[in-house]
């Protein structure tokens, strides 16, 4: 229990540090992430822009490491999505968009990479993307909820 609301406080004070940083400076960070994130999910696999070539044989560590950079890369825009459109947009709104904006820009990159050499469509991709975005939503939200873990009633 003491953890939990550590935690919980560390990640409360580290969401109201975060509105308190200047609305343009949170556009352009948030735009260039986006850009680079972009870039890294339409490059071809065998000679990649940023990053080691994939394999030319199937490899479970290499779909795990993969799978992970999905989880870390949606996780991090969602989050920077909403952190730009909250303050001045009302919370749930902009945490709506920031969801919605990263499973749209999933469908898309998915959708894209069938038309790029040595790639292809992954619907596993896909529903990590999407299934990231709502669990870092979900994990904004708990943050931004009062405790109410002391009280009698």
Same mark, same amino acid.
């Given at each position: 229990m003491l953890m939990g609301m550590i935690n919980k406080l560390t990640v409360t004070s580290a969401l109201t540090w975060a509105v308190?940083?200047?609305r343009p400076l949170?556009?352009?960070l948030t735009a260039a992430y986006l850009t680079v994130l972009t870039a890294v999910l339409l490059q071809p696999s065998q000679r990649p822009l940023l990053g080691p070539a994939a394999p030319k044989t199937?490899?479970?560590g290499w779909d795990i490491l993969l799978t992970l950079a999905h989880v870390v890369g949606f996780g991090l825009l969602t989050f920077l999505? *909403? *952190?730009?459109l909250y303050h001045p947009a009302p919370f749930r709104w902009a945490l709506r968009t920031a969801v919605l904006? #990263?499973?749209v820009l999933?469908? #898309?990159t998915e959708f894209l990479q069938s038309m790029v050499p040595d790639r292809s469509v992954s619907l596993l991709d896909l529903l990590v993307n999407c299934g990231?975005?709502?669990l870092v939503a979900h994990l904004i939200a708990r943050a931004q909820q009062p405790?109410?873990?002391n009280e009698k009633g």
């Open positions: 308190h940083v200047p949170r556009i352009v199937y490899d479970l999505l *909403w *952190w730009m904006c #990263a499973c999933g469908v #898309a990231v975005a709502l405790d109410t873990t």
